[in-house]
C-alpha cells in the first residue's frame, strides 16, 4: 500500500491492473489567509486596520475573490481530482452547508479594483512555503488570475515554519496554507475566525459570526447545526478574511491482492480488516 499519493502522481496507476485506489475527501481544507487586523499578534487585541490595501479597502477583497476561478485551479494544479469549494466545513462532513461560491467575474473585479481609486496594478504579496512546488504552482496560477483584473500579486516563498511565524505575528499581507481539518466544524472555524485564537491570522474580530458560532456549539442536532453553518459561511464570506479554495482528497494505492483496507476522510487508512488473498 502507498499512502497520501497526490494527483500528478496517480495517472499511470488508474490504468494499471495490478493497483487499486482508495480516495477521500478531506476533512480540512486549503485557502488563503488575508490580514485585515493583526496588527499586534493573532489573537492579541487591540485588531486594527493593517497597513494594506486589501485590508484598506474591502472591495479589493471581493474583487481578489471574483478574480477567482476554482474549477481552473483544480484541474490545472490537480487534474480535476479535488473539490473547489470557499467554506470552511468539507463536503465529507455531515454539516456541509453547501452555500454556493460566487463564481468567477473578471469583469465586476476589474471594476472593483478600479472603484478605490488606487493606481493600477494594486501590489500585493503571498508568502508560500518554499521548495514545495505545489504551493508554487497554485501561487503561479493564482498570479494570472489576480493580475488579469487589476493586482500585481508577488510570491515570498519562505521556510514553513517562518512563514506561519510571521502570519502570526501579523508580518504579512496573505498567506497560502492548509488546514488538515476536523470531525466536528467547530474546530475548523473557531481556530480562524475567533478573535483570541493565535491563529486567527487574519485577525477577524466579527462579533455577528461569533454569535452564530456560539449558538452551533450549543445545539446536538446535526440539521439544526448545518443551518447555523450556513450563516456562518455566508459571514465569512462577507468579510474574507480567509479565502477557500479546494477540498484535497486522501488518496492511496492498494495492490490488486490486497482486500480490507479502509480509508476515511480523517486520512488515516484503517487496517484492521486488511488482508492478503490467495493469490497473495
Not at 88 to 98: R, V
Not at 150 to 166: S, V
Amino acid at each position: 500500500m502507498a499512502n497520501d499519493l497526490i494527483p500528478s502522481s496517480i495517472s499511470a496507476l488508474k490504468t494499471d491492473s495490478s493497483v487499486h485506489l482508495k480516495e477521500s475527501t478531506s476533512l480540512g481544507y486549503n485557502g488563503i489567509a488575508i490580514n485585515i487586523a493583526n496588527t499586534h499578534g493573532a489573537g492579541t487585541p487591540p485588531f486594527t486596520t493593517a497597513d494594506n490595501p486589501l485590508a484598506k479597502y474591502p472591495a479589493l477583497r471581493e474583487a481578489f475573490n471574483l478574480a477567482l476561478n476554482r474549477e481552473t485551479i483544480n484541474k490545472v494544479l490537480f487534474d480535476g481530482d479535488y473539490v473547489p469549494g470557499c467554506g470552511a466545513i468539507s463536503p465529507a462532513s455531515p454539516y456541509f452547508p453547501n452555500v454556493p461560491c460566487p463564481p468567477q467575474n473578471v469583469a465586476e473585479a476589474k471594476k472593483l479594483v478600479k472603484s478605490t481609486g488606487l493606481p493600477l496594478p494594486v501590489p500585493i504579496t503571498l508568502i508560500t512555503e518554499a521548495g514545495d512546488q505545489e504551493q508554487v504552482e497554485e501561487g503561479t496560477v493564482l498570479q494570472q488570475m489576480l493580475d488579469a483584473v487589476g493586482f500585481k500579486l508577488t510570491l515570498l516563498p519562505l521556510e514553513a515554519n517562518t512563514g506561519a511565524n510571521d502570519a502570526e505575528a501579523g508580518k504579512f499581507e496573505l498567506y497560502l496554507g492548509q488546514w488538515s481539518g476536523r470531525v466536528d466544524p467547530e474546530q475548523n472555524i473557531q481556530v480562524f475566525w475567533e478573535p483570541s485564537s493565535r491563529i486567527n491570522y487574519s485577525g477577524i474580530d466579527d462579533q455577528a459570526l461569533d454569535n452564530v458560532l456560539a449558538q452551533a456549539r450549543s445545539i446536538t442536532g446535526v440539521s439544526q447545526r448545518r443551518a447555523l453553518y450556513a450563516q456562518a459561511t455566508r459571514l465569512m464570506l462577507s468579510n474574507l478574511g480567509y479565502i477557500t479554495l479546494y477540498y484535497s482528497k486522501w488518496i492511496i494505492g492498494v495492490r490488486s491482492n490486497v482486500t480490507g483496507v479502509q480509508l476515511y476522510s480523517d486520512g488515516l487508512p484503517r487496517m484492521t480488516t486488511a488482508a492478503l488473498t490467495s493469490s497473495g
